[in-house]
């Protein structure tokens, strides 16, 4: 069974600051993987979509990248600012249903 | 970009009655759409597979005849919480495959179900 983890859970970091959110998976044979925001009480907003033989995505400020060898995935937010504020969610495919296991979330905020 | 629309964003109900949530994909068909649940600092956890024309598939543990999925069209699925109980009260959000199962998954903006 696949099992999505995410470190850390919460991260406060000041306006400008570079910052990593991590995401390891258990289950390596993963058909993509992709990268979601939530703001509180709102749905999913996808941020970056990473196919199994692709090793980063880039979208703006964002860079993702994946290990699928190591069942890890990162996302790199650069100079980030207030309204990057909200959960971050890493989210995988495995097997041929198309079913998303979701990691716990990073709880971000950036503060003036 | 896709876009998925759901209806009701939010819904108060008594216990014992039923609620629907609609789930549309507004510029695509979706062959595919899922249902999720999502506990408050939980993440979201799949309940069903929506399938156009045939029988959802639940996930272990989910009611099937608690949570009613009907996916009449290529582009409307329902979710029916039936006879609802306080401890149904959540955040249901549906999702939605645009052609091709590489592409990424759209997402409903959610509804949040009370239930008093």
């Known amino acids: 069974k696949q099992e999505v983890t995410q470190i850390p859970a919460a991260l406060s970091v000041p306006e400008g600051e570079n910052l990593v959110l991590n995401c390891s998976f258990t289950d390596s044979a993963i058909y993509n993987l992709q990268w979601f925001r939530q703001d509180p009480g709102k749905g999913l907003t996808s941020l970056l979509l990473?196919?199994?033989?692709?090793r980063e995505q880039t979208s703006g400020r964002l860079n993702a990248s994946l290990d699928k060898s190591s069942g890890r995935s990162t996302l790199y937010i650069a100079a980030s600012q207030p309204g990057d504020s909200a959960t971050y969610l890493c989210?995988?495919?495995?097997?041929?249903?198309?079913?998303?296991?979701f990691g716990t979330g990073t709880r971000l905020q950036v503060t003036l | 970009g896709a876009v998925v629309s759901q209806h009701p964003s939010r819904v108060i109900c008594k216990s014992g009655t039923s609620v629907k949530i609609e789930c549309r994909s507004l510029d695509f068909q979706a062959t595919t759409m899922f249902w999720y649940r999502q506990f408050p600092k939980q993440s979201l956890m799949l309940m069903a597979t929506s399938n156009e024309g045939s029988k959802a598939t639940y996930e272990q543990g989910v009611e099937k005849d608690k949570f009613l999925i009907n996916h009449a069209s290529l582009t409307l699925s329902t979710l029916t919480v039936t006879s609802a109980h306080p401890e149904d009260s959540s955040f249901y959000i549906c999702?939605?495959?645009?052609?091709?199962?590489?592409?990424?998954?759209?997402f409903g903006n959610g509804t949040r179900l009370t239930v008093t």
């Open positions: 999702s939605a495959r645009d052609i091709g199962w590489g592409s990424p998954l759209h």
């Open positions: 989210a995988v495919i495995t097997g041929t249903a198309s079913k998303l296991t």
């Open positions: 990473i196919q199994s033989s692709q």
